[in-house]
């Protein structure tokens, strides 16, 4: 992931840099492989000075990343690290020069370069853009990526590149998920703790030894599963929707089978829990209790409340799927 | 159904068999191999609602490429069927069956095919693989017994049998004729299960022998298998937390594991997975674990000196996690051990799938599962099921232990996918039995106890003193035994409730062939759509017998089954590219589609329409995906040529590309001339509710062979190429 705290911290690098290798030598291609080297990922940072440098008849490909870090948009950022993704994989599987200068991997923020946008005529964001020796108008549409292949992918990245220039990327080098350090603190941490850890195992006192820690946890997967959760997370369902009429209005329930508002499989989870729970209790704990008036209040209150739930749990089902469910008699006793 | 109500306990004291002379014992044996009797039946017939609504058949897809393949078996024996190329299916390319099925359920209904004619039944194969589902399902009854007996006792034994033999979620695979391998997978799942866990309880090297049987049993019928090579293993690894090793489980548990394991190699569609494949390595860390705990206890026997074991703890459990961690990270980067396939980590992290793997995601099997479902295919479990679990902790053991980690992983699994309600329906139903069966014993027992209470005080009669400290325990029991009263008679009216709900939702939802159509007519009499078949015996009765026949992949395997003919593709989706092909020429136009037809040699093409009769899943409201599908592999298919505005269309607002290609002209040719609904004009179509788009049809290189009397199904005859002189 490409860390953005470093970014203004490279930007001014960039900038120094800049203005020490425009006065001596206008070669180009190394001034862009000197910034890049200077980038984590190779992602270089251009700005309204340096674009329309770096952009008339070149011997190489700028493929442009059009970002905006004052639209504080979490996927446009995403997408931003799998675009640095995609050019540190490009980086580190061409290492040949002839082929690594070729491309060059670029970004440019709205935030504080908005004329380049106007140069490029980008209306809507997130825009990638290849500028190539043979192009003509930078407000072209042909170098940009279609509107529908921008997903927010590397795959997507990759395809265009792949597509638009005769380079290869090569396989992407995704970082692994913790840096070696991490890894071997980590390690080193598990080893350290390890014969405590066995030593407390063989004796029997984990929290895993105590019955009540597994009921509740048993309790609790079982009340998740049960309330559709998995449903809610993969189709990512809101947990309840505005009605369309009255927009101060709350939709808790969705009326139709093979859908539900995350609210909604909660609320069952917890009325098949309750009622489970109250007729374990009733049943085998209640029995045992000594003071008789509790006792009363307690059943009744505990029949009263399941007798509620259940007729609850009943009639929304029915709403819900529309079924009508019937006995079946024997034909004579008609 | 009243069967299941009854626990023993219950009727010993109202039944009286006296004039029988039977022993309490006695008596006691003969209700409950009665019940079980009745149960068994119950759950066969349960399952036949089908059969008698239509007739004997097998139904929808799959079972019939597996009736296909039994019909095989018993024709040709068993090394022929273990060889069998099919040149049938997949043209030009061919399936190798013998290597790409599991043989479980075939081999299982040759079985009881030969075994009835060597009792001098003469039925036929057809019938045997109708009822063998039902018959299955009886016999996971009598297991769910044994197993419910051993978890707790024979009252909830007896309850987990009637349980499952009618809890929907295990009925909506097992009715009559749906011939598939989940028909025989529950029970061989369910025995492989109780088996080990008899094997835990015992330490007998017999029980264990025993599961890894049932355990070979389970891999030859369904991959399903995976899911007890890694419960079993996890099972042990919380007992192994939770300290409580014992030699029972190191011999149980080694047992089952190696002869399971060489015994599954002996199936060739598994092969060598349980030592290469990543799904199947936690079993083999668990084995090694077992071994390291082993190793242990004989050293600590042999050093008296604790302090000296600790240090070979130590430096043991270093190495060995040292050694473990080097030969997992050498096996995969050796490519030796391979990683999880997308499926089983599709199980882990729900979100996997929906993001990388589509073709997961888009069946409907394959969905999420939300809370109606649940209750449509539990009931009344669901409520049962926490008290279930509080009981079964309440008295933890060894078994109940495994019951609760077989329910909740099941059920977290039933969550991310709706088909694997099935898998999670037998724990299910087990810990509910709990539940009642310790619930009623709890109240009949309060209730008992206070009968007795009134005699005691009665016949010690009138001591004045002692009368009077029971004044306050009397007027309490009138109340108590009526609270008691009132909660048995409500878990008995949710219990019936379960009976009706069950019986409801097995005749009108799980038992319809979907290759027989049913539907009410005006006056509400039933009309049935037999069209399919009327198609397939059209194919094999006038067509010739090398005729090679293109449709899209849903309908491969009835027609190789039932119309004897060769298909392009079918349900078992193995190459992608070829299903593409077919998409390909069902989205072009006539003459491009033509040139692809040519290439595959296709004589027929048949298609599904339901613009007649209204019935919605035919080929059109399938286009769709055949775009996607043929659009993956050639890009030359985009699916915004068919859209209008993102929308799918087929009156006169669609797409010219969707009104002209092969998929459209076949299934609406000569339906502009028809009129299907008064008061509408000509080619209405009634499955999407408007008038087509394109009336007048012509087709160049295709023409109609045969439409059925519905017009459900459609078949066109491709025409040789023109003479080019």
């Given amino acids: ?334 | 159904m009243g069967a299941k109500k009854a626990s023993p306990d219950l009727l010993n004291s109202s039944f009286s068999f006296k004039s029988l002379k039977l022993k309490t014992k006695q008596q006691e044996l003969l209700l409950r191999v009665s019940i079980l009797g009745l149960v068994y039946v119950l759950a066969f017939i349960a399952r036949l609602f089908s059969v008698l609504r239509y007739e004997s058949m097998i139904h929808e897809f799959d079972p019939y490429f597996n009736y296909r393949t039994t019909l095989f078996l018993t024709e040709k024996g068993f090394y022929e069927f273990w060889n069998w190329f099919d040149s049938e299916s997949w043209y030009p390319l061919g399936r190798i069956i013998g290597g790409t099925l599991y043989p479980g359920l075939m081999v299982t209904a040759a079985l009881i095919y030969w075994t009835l004619r060597f009792l001098r039944f003469f039925v036929h194969i057809r019938e045997v693989c109708v009822l063998t589902a039902p018959f299955f399902a009886s016999n996971t009854t009598i297991v769910a017994y044994f197993f419910g007996k051993e978890i707790w006792d024979t009252g909830a034994g007896l309850v987990a049998a009637a349980l499952i033999a009618i809890c929907p979620g295990y009925i909506s695979r097992s009715v009559a004729g749906s011939y598939d391998n989940e028909a025989v997978a529950i029970f061989a799942l369910l025995l492989t299960f109780y088996l080990f866990v008899k094997a835990v309880k015992t330490g007998s090297l017999s029980w264990a022998l025993g599961s890894a049987f049932g355990y070979f049993y389970m891999v030859s019928a369904w991959g399903g298998y995976v899911f007890i090579i890694n419960l079993v293993p996890l099972y042990v690894l919380v007992l192994l937390i939770t300290g409580r090793y014992s030699m029972r489980l190191y011999v149980a548990y080694n047992c089952m594991y190696i002869l399971g394991m060489l015994l599954a190699m002996q199936i060739r569609f598994v092969g060598f997975q349980h030592v290469q494949s990543g799904e199947h390595m936690g079993a083999m860390g668990v084995f090694l674990l077992m071994q390291v705990f082993y190793f242990l206890d004989w050293v600590k026997y042999q050093l008296n000196d604790t302090k000296l074991f600790q240090t070979f703890l130590r430096i043991t459990v270093t190495s060995a996690i040292l050694v473990g961690g080097i030969a997992l990270g050498v096996g995969t980067a050796s490519g030796y051990i391979s990683p999880w396939t997308g499926r089983f980590y599709s199980l882990l992290d729900p979100t996997y799938a929906k993001d990388h793997i589509p073709i997961i995601a888009s069946v409907s099997e394959h969905q999420p599962t939300a809370w109606s479902s649940f209750m449509f295919d539990y009931h009344i479990l669901l409520f049962l099921f926490p008290a279930g679990l509080y009981f079964c902790f309440k008295r933890l053991s060894d078994a109940t232990i495994f019951i609760v980690m077989y329910g909740l992983t099941s059920l977290y699994f039933a969550g991310v996918m709706v088909r694997l309600i099935l898998v999670a329906t037998p724990a299910v139903c087990l810990i509910s039995a709990i539940a009642v069966s310790a619930t009623v014993k709890n109240l009949t027992s309060l209730l008992r106890t206070k009968q007795k209470v009134p005699q005691t005080g009665s016949t010690k009669g009138v001591g004045s003193s002692k009368s009077s400290s029971k004044v306050t325990l009397d007027q309490s029991q009138p109340f108590q035994k009526n609270g008691a009263i009132a909660l048995l008679v409500g878990v008995f009216y949710l219990l019936s409730r379960y009976a009706i709900h069950c019986t409801w939702v097995t005749s009108e939802a799980y038992s319809s062939p979907s290759i027989v159509l049913a539907a009410r007519g005006a006056h509400g009499n039933r009309i049935i759509f037999d069209d399919y078949r009327e198609a397939y015996y059209w194919l094999r009765q006038n067509t010739p017998t090398d005729a090679k026949v293109m449709s899209w992949w849903d309908y491969g395997y009835q027609i190789t089954a039932m119309g004897n003919r060769t298909v392009i593709v079918d349900n078992n989706t193995w190459n992608n590219t070829h299903i593409a092909t077919v998409g390909r020429a069902m989205s072009s136009y006539e003459d491009e589609a033509y040139d692809i037809m040519r290439s595959l040699d296709v004589n027929y093409v048949l298609v599904v329409f339901g613009g007649v009769t209204g019935y919605s899943s035919d080929d059109i409201n399938k286009f769709l995906w055949m775009v996607r599908i043929g659009g993956g592999v050639y890009p030359v298919i985009k699916e915004p040529d068919y859209l209008v505005n993102g929308e799918f269309r087929v009156d006169k607002g669609a797409s010219p590309k969707m009104l002209n290609c092969l998929m459209y002209k076949l299934c609406y040719y000569r339906f502009g001339e028809l009129v299907t609904e008064y008061g509408k004009p000509t080619g209405y179509d009634r499955a999407r509710g408007v008038e087509i788009g394109n009336k007048d049809i012509k087709l160049e290189h295709l023409e109609e062979a045969y439409t059925t009397s519905n017009w459900i199904v459609r078949i066109y005859r491709v025409k040789p190429p023109t003479n080019r002189l």
Avoid at chain 1, 22 to 39: C, I, N
Wanted: overall charge negative; some cysteine.
């Fill in chain 1, 1 to 334: 992931m490409t860390d953005h705290t470093t970014l203004p911290h490279r930007f001014f690098l960039s900038i120094s840099l800049l203005s020490i290798l425009a006065g001596s030598q206008p070669d180009l291609t190394k001034e862009l492989v000197s910034l890049r080297s200077s980038s984590e990922s190779g992602v270089i940072r251009l700005n309204d000075d340096t674009v329309s440098k770096f952009i008339t008849s070149v011997p190489y490909s700028l493929i442009i990343f059009f970002n905006s870090a004052d639209l504080n948009s979490n996927p446009l950022q995403e997408f931003l690290s799998e675009f640095a993704f995609v050019s540190a994989s490009f980086i580190a599987n061409n290492n040949r020069s002839d082929v690594a200068n070729k491309l060059f991997f670029c970004e440019i923020d709205e935030s504080s370069d908005s004329e380049s946008f106007g140069l490029f005529g980008i209306q809507f964001l997130p825009q990638i853009c290849l500028v190539d020796p043979l192009m003509e108008n930078l407000q072209d549409k042909t170098g940009r990526m279609e509107e529908e292949d921008v997903d927010g992918t590397e795959e997507s990245v990759l395809e265009f590149i792949e597509s638009r220039t005769n380079l290869t990327v090569g396989p992407l080098r995704r970082p692994p998920l913790l840096s070696k350090t991490q890894i071997s603190v980590i390690a080193a941490l598990i080893a350290i703790s390890a014969p405590f850890l066995i030593k407390k195992v063989l004796n029997g006192e984990t929290i895993f030894n105590n019955n009540r820690v597994w009921l509740y946890g048993v309790v609790l997967v079982y009340f998740f599963s049960v309330s559709g959760t998995m449903h809610n997370i993969i189709k990512g369902v809101p947990m309840f929707v505005r009605d369309h009429q009255d927009s101060n209005k709350l939709v808790f329930f969705y009326e139709g089978a093979n859908f539900q508002l995350g609210a909604e499989g909660l609320s069952f989870g917890l009325l098949y829990n309750v009622v489970g729970l109250l007729l374990a209790y009733v049943s085998n704990a209640l029995v045992r209790v000594r003071n008789v008036s509790e006792q009363r209040v307690v059943m009744m209150l505990a029949m009263v409340v399941s007798l509620l739930a259940v007729k609850k749990v009943v009639y929304l089902n029915n709403w819900k799927t529309g079924y009508q469910i019937q006995t079946y008699w024997p034909s004579s006793w008609h």
